[in-house]
């Protein structure tokens, strides 16, 4: 058997790969990068998600106690009512009261949705453009490093064989 040909690779050639090779580093580093941005402004969201949730959730158990203490004083009063007139005269204040507490729950439940909902979809959208451009920013060294390598390596051929 014999041996092949034992061609050197010239020393331009290598240097040109290896700034070839550094430069899809950076570019792939670019890319990483901005993944990890953009996972980390996605876990954001979650959180603020989280924390807006865990504050409409404590509202409602504030809202609901207070409405059932609400029926407490409401049946205590009625224990306490001399007569059928005083009793319903309870009963209708009553009825008033909870009617406007729970307006004012429902309107505050209702800015409480709509102040999370946006935050969310701002957020969301931040981070939604900002991964798109860096990503494109990623790509874009990328396919100039790539480019930039094909040119180096048939710069490196043509003086190869010259």
Do not use: C, W
């Not at 041996?3 to 690779?9: A, I, K, R, S, T």
């Amino acid at each position: 058997m014999s041996n092949p040909p034992n061609y050197e690779v010239p020393a331009e050639m290598r240097d040109f790969a290896e700034k070839s090779v550094e430069q899809a580093r950076k570019a792939f580093d670019s890319f990483i990068g901005a993944a990890r941005r953009t996972a980390d402004t996605v876990q954001g969201s979650a959180e603020l998600a989280r924390s807006n949730a865990l504050e409409t959730s404590s509202r409602g158990f504030e809202y609901a106690e207070q409405n059932v203490n609400a029926a407490f004083d409401l049946a205590q009063k009625l224990v306490r009512s001399r007569d059928m007139q005083e009793a319903m005269q309870h009963q209708a204040e009553f009825v008033r009261s909870q009617f406007a507490a729970i307006q004012a729950q429902a309107k505050e439940f209702s800015g409480l949705a709509q102040s999370a909902m946006q935050q969310g979809a701002e957020r969301a959208k931040s981070a939604m453009q900002q991964g798109a451009d860096e990503a494109r920013k990623a790509m874009e060294q990328g396919q100039d490093a790539a480019k930039q390598t094909a040119q180096n390596a048939q710069d490196a051929a043509e003086r190869a064989t010259h």
